[in-house]
């Protein structure tokens, strides 16, 4: 089926509002190196609890009964892991080990940092869970196959290059994000269910009958923001995949293709690229039909 221009367009639209409703700082990407990426998404608390029911909380910590696939480098706040299998949670520390098969799982106001065996290092934010669904490091190919999957909240990746393919995965629900690149966070929260006046407006020009369907309610927005020098790809539920170049972003939600990759930090035209206040409104104002449609294939 060929989808048109301007649908598209619409689609484009939905997916930077859904962005900039998550993310909560006065721009979406800083070029001050000490600045982690993860400090530009907005903590969102899920309407579900992210601690499976039944699963009762631990005094001590257990090891799990898989590979050891990493180390507990720095924890803040309460951070707890689930084995696979398990039923029980424990409370994570520094220098406790991450096991294949993990599911993480980070309250309010906590973040944790681990170093994995496959040269890489993964930072989750508060109200984030996510499980360490495969990882395997080969030292003699220095070959890696990686399989992260973000449930919720807002986990930053920092991917050393090796031989080979990347072979570096992050899935969510809405989306699939493969390493491209070193350094990248990719969030998974709720998409906005109301719009703005401006969008409206914007959505009613282009498609009357998709706008009145475009944002359903309980749906999710998978956002994929790079790091300079960094490259990842996104796939969203249909359609092919968006390349998301260095400090750009990019989002995919529920049921829907990946949109458009955009530049962040600067809108390419003399407009801060804003995401608080705002929104993408700025944005869509000054730049609609530049390039906010499907981004590059591969």
């Avoid at 309010?108 to 681990?114: D, L, M």
Wanted: charged share 15%; net charge positive.
């Amino acid at each position: 089926m060929k989808i048109s221009k301007n649908s598209k367009l619409s689609y484009s639209v939905i997916v930077l509002l859904g962005i900039g409703l998550v993310f909560g700082l006065t721009s979406l990407y800083s070029m001050d190196p000490s600045l982690s990426l993860l400090d530009n998404f907005k903590p969102t608390k899920p309407k579900v609890a992210l601690m499976p029911e039944g699963v009762k909380v631990q005094p001590e910590f257990v090891g799990g009964v898989t590979r050891k696939v990493g180390k507990v480098q720095k924890v803040q706040g309460k951070v707890y892991v689930i084995h696979t299998g398990g039923k029980s949670a424990y409370r994570l520390k520094a220098k406790y080990p991450i096991f294949e098969g993990d599911t993480i799982i980070t309250s309010s106001r906590s973040r944790i940092n681990a170093a994995m065996k496959d040269k890489s290092v993964l930072a989750m934010a508060p109200n984030a869970k996510l499980v360490v669904s495969k990882l395997e490091y080969e030292p003699k190919t220095n070959t890696r196959s990686t399989v992260m999957g973000l449930f919720w909240g807002s986990a930053r990746f920092i991917v050393k290059k090796l031989s080979g393919e990347p072979n570096y995965q992050v899935q969510t629900e809405t989306a699939v994000c493969g390493v491209r690149g070193t350094d990248f966070a990719v969030s998974v929260a709720a998409a906005p269910d109301k719009q703005s006046s401006i969008s409206k407006r914007v959505l009613a020009w282009l498609n009357p009958v998709r706008e009145a369907h475009a944002l359903v309610t309980g749906a999710l927005i998978t956002t994929a923001l790079t790091g300079p020098g960094s490259t990842v790809g996104l796939t969203g539920a249909i359609g092919g995949t968006t390349v998301v170049g260095p400090a750009s972003v990019a989002g995919a939600v529920s049921g829907a293709a990946a949109g458009g990759a955009a530049g962040v930090g600067w809108a390419g035209v003399g407009y801060p690229f804003h995401a608080s206040r705002h929104g993408v409104e700025t944005v869509n104002k000054y730049r609609l039909g530049t390039n906010l449609g499907v981004g590059r294939k591969l």
